[in-house]
C-alpha cells in the first residue's frame, strides 16, 4: 500500500503560511521604508526655521537698521520728488553725528511730520545765506548737487534762492550743541532750518542713502 502523502491540515497551514509570508518591515535602515518620511519631516523643519529667521531679518532691518520713506512734496528737487521711495539708514547716526551735504530724514513734532533735508552746517558752526551764497564759518560752500539748477537760475538773470538767513527768529546764525543746520535743495520752496529752526540731533531719524523707487528713479543719494 502506498504511502499517502497528502498533508495534514497542520501541514497544509503552515505550507500555505509559508506560501503567503512576505517580509516584515522592521523599520530598520536595511528596509528603506521609513527613512523618506523622516527626511520629509526633517525638511519641513528646515524650512520653518529658515522663514522664521527671514521674518526676524526682516523685523531686525526694517525697525533697527533701515526703513523706507515715500517722499511728499517739493522741498529736495530736483534731487528728489514726490512718490519716491528711499531707504533711510537709521543706524548710522548711532555711530557718528551727521555731516554737511548728508541727506537726512527728521521728525518735526511741532508739525507732526517726517521731512526730508539736506545738513549745512552742525554744532559750533555759524551759518548765512545770502541769495544763492551759503557761507559756513565765513567760508563759502560748494553745492554740486544744485549746481544744474543754480546755473540754470542764474541764466535767466535771476537767483535760485530768495529765502535768507539768519532771520529775526534766528538772529545768531551759530548751531547750538547736539543740533544741525539743514536745507531743502529746493532753495526757494523748502520749510527748513531758516524757518523752524535747528534740528536736535534726536529727531534725525536717519540718513537717507538709495532712492530704489521706481526703478527708473533709482540711484544712491548724492552725499
Known amino acids: 500500500m502506498e504511502q499517502d502523502t497528502k498533508p495534514s491540515n497542520n501541514e497544509v497551514h503552515a505550507a500555505n503560511t509559508t506560501e503567503v509570508q512576505e517580509p516584515v518591515n522592521t523599520g530598520t535602515p536595511d528596509s528603506g521604508t521609513i527613512q523618506p518620511e523622516k527626511k520629509k519631516k526633517s525638511e519641513t523643519k528646515e524650512w520653518i526655521k529658515a522663514i522664521v529667521v527671514a521674518l526676524l531679518l526682516v523685523v531686525v532691518i526694517r525697525w533697527f537698521l533701515f526703513e523706507p520713506f515715500i517722499v511728499d512734496g517739493p522741498s529736495m528737487q530736483p534731487n ?3 512718490g519716491e521711495r528711499v531707504i533711510v539708514n537709521k543706524i548710522l547716526y548711532d555711530i557718528r553725528t551727521p555731516q554737511p551735504g548728508e541727506v537726512v530724514v527728521l521728525k518735526v513734532p511741532s508739525q507732526n511730520r517726517d521731512f526730508i533735508k539736506r545738513v549745512i552746517a552742525v554744532a559750533g558752526d555759524t551759518v548765512k545765506v545770502e541769495g ?40 545768531d546764525g551759530t548751531v547750538p550743541a547736539g543740533h544741525v543746520f539743514v536745507m531743502g535743495d529746493n532753495r526757494s520752496n523748502s520749510q527748513d532750518s531758516r524757518m523752524i529752526g535747528y534740528i536736535p540731533l534726536g529727531d534725525i531719524i536717519g540718513r537717507a542713502d538709495v532712492i530704489f523707487w521706481p526703478f527708473s528713479d533709482a540711484k544712491w543719494v548724492e552725499q
Open 132 to 171: 544763492d551764497k551759503v557761507t559756513v564759518n565765513g567760508k563759502e560752500i560748494s553745492e554740486p548737487y544744485i549746481q544744474a539748477a543754480l546755473d540754470k537760475a542764474h541764466a535767466q538773470g535771476s537767483d535760485y534762492n530768495i529765502n535768507n538767513f539768519p532771520t529775526e527768529n534766528f538772529p
Open 80 to 82: 528728489f520728488h514726490t
